[in-house]
């Protein structure tokens, strides 16, 4: 067997394995038999792989990419109009019930821009440890409610940030690359470009000198200001400093001592509490609900 037709029998596994332990929710978002068919198909390229057949790499790589498809499909409502209020519910991720997302393609598939070992370490190991470190802060900041004990309140926000951009940040890097990538985008994202950067080359120039110069570790990051209704370049530091990436700011207080001081002076706490005297919760529900119009699968 090739090495390429073994990389792609592992990812099978891998998506195998994500079936498995996320069997409960695609039983609530798929009827019986749509399941046993994928599971046929998953077993039938497996059996194909395994038994030497004459099945070329390109489609086996297909015929995987389907069945990882249909999978998140299966994650998300819009596939499933007849779904409940239930289902809405359970479309959620759970409290500390995230799930590293298989790879969209097998881990050599990006050879020879990033090589295998890598992938395998960069996902298995680094983007798991921050969907476990995610899960674990926030069970405790749940914890921390619960005993309303907040001693270790800067610690948990910390993680939750720290772990919380890892796993959103990784979740969308490793769908924006493919084996069949590179070029340049179309339609409106391409137009959006030229407005925003002058065009393509100008962006593609900001977009690296960006990420040449993150001090340390970090990211490049290309976002949308919904405010601006521009694209927009920007650096993250260590990914978090606080803050977790793929979220949308709801209800916010300034702390910075210039929101304070003349009244406060260095009385934080209590600036704190007279604040939830004036805050205008219709306004923070305008924004919940555009904000909820936004879905991306549940990981
Ligand atoms: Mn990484």
């Given at each position: 067997?090739?090495?390429?037709?073994?990389?792609?029998?592992?990812?099978c596994e891998?998506i195998q394995a994500f079936y498995h332990t996320s069997i409960q929710v695609f039983r609530e978002h798929a009827n019986p038999k749509e399941l046993q068919d994928w599971e046929e198909k998953l077993a039938q390229l497996q059996q194909d792989l395994?038994?030497?057949?004459?099945?070329?790499?390109?489609?086996?790589?297909?015929q995987a990419?389907e069945l990882y498809t249909q999978l998140n499909n299966y994650l998300t409502?819009?596939n499933h109009?007849q779904s409940?209020?239930?289902d809405?519910?359970?479309?959620?991720?759970?409290?500390?019930?995230?799930?590293?997302?298989p790879?969209?393609?097998?881990?050599?598939?990006?050879?020879?821009?990033?090589?295998?070992?890598?992938?395998?370490?960069?996902?298995?190991?680094?983007?798991?440890?921050?969907?476990?470190?995610?899960?674990?802060?926030?069970?405790?900041?749940?914890?921390?409610?619960?005993?309303?004990?907040?001693?270790?309140?800067?610690?948990?926000?910390?993680?939750?940030?720290?772990?919380?951009?890892?796993?959103?940040?990784?979740?969308?890097?490793?769908?924006?690359?493919?084996?069949?990538?590179?070029?340049?985008?179309?339609?409106?994202?391409?137009?959006?470009?030229?407005?925003?950067?002058?065009?393509?080359?100008?962006?593609?120039?900001?977009?690296?000198?960006?990420?040449?110069?993150?001090?340390?570790?970090?990211?490049?990051?290309?976002?949308?200001?919904?405010?601006?209704?521009?694209?927009?370049?920007?650096?993250?530091?260590?990914?978090?400093?606080?803050?977790?990436?793929?979220?949308?700011?709801?209800?916010?207080?300034?702390?910075?001592?210039?929101?304070?001081?003349?009244?406060?002076?260095?009385?934080?706490?209590?600036?704190?509490?007279?604040?939830?005297?004036?805050?205008?919760?219709?306004?923070?529900?305008?924004?919940?609900?555009?904000?909820?119009?936004?879905?991306?699968?549940?990981?």
């Amino acid at each position: 067997m090739s090495s390429y037709l073994s990389s792609v029998q592992l990812w099978c596994e891998e998506i195998q394995a994500f079936y498995h332990t996320s069997i409960q929710v695609f039983r609530e978002h798929a009827n019986p038999k749509e399941l046993q068919d994928w599971e046929e198909k998953l077993a039938q390229l497996q059996q194909d792989l395994s038994s030497n057949t004459s099945l070329q790499d390109w489609q086996a790589y297909q015929q995987a990419s389907e069945l990882y498809t249909q999978l998140n499909n299966y994650l998300t409502e819009t596939n499933h109009p007849q779904s409940t209020n239930q289902d809405r519910i359970n479309n959620q991720v759970p409290i500390g019930g995230h799930t590293l997302p298989p790879l969209p393609y097998p881990y050599d598939a990006l050879e020879p821009y990033i090589d295998q070992e890598t992938m395998r370490l960069h996902h298995d190991k680094h983007h798991k440890s921050y969907v476990d470190g995610l899960n674990k802060a926030e069970k405790e900041l749940q914890k921390a409610r619960a005993t309303n004990n907040f001693d270790l309140i800067k610690h948990w926000e910390r993680e939750l940030a720290f772990n919380g951009a890892g796993h959103y940040l990784h979740t969308i890097f490793w769908c924006v690359m493919s084996p069949q990538g590179g070029g340049q985008p179309s339609g409106d994202l391409m137009r959006e470009i030229q407005r925003s950067f002058g065009g393509f080359e100008p962006f593609k120039k900001q977009f690296t000198e960006a990420a040449n110069a993150v001090e340390g570790g970090g990211w490049a990051i290309l976002v949308w200001s919904p405010r601006a209704r521009r694209l927009e370049i920007l650096q993250a530091e260590k990914h978090q400093n606080l803050s977790q990436w793929d979220v949308v700011p709801l209800l916010v207080l300034d702390v910075w001592e210039h929101a304070y001081y003349l009244k406060y002076q260095n009385e934080r706490k209590k600036y704190i509490e007279n604040w939830w005297n004036i805050v205008y919760w219709p306004e923070v529900e305008k924004r919940f609900e555009k904000a909820k119009q936004l879905k991306w699968q549940p990981y």
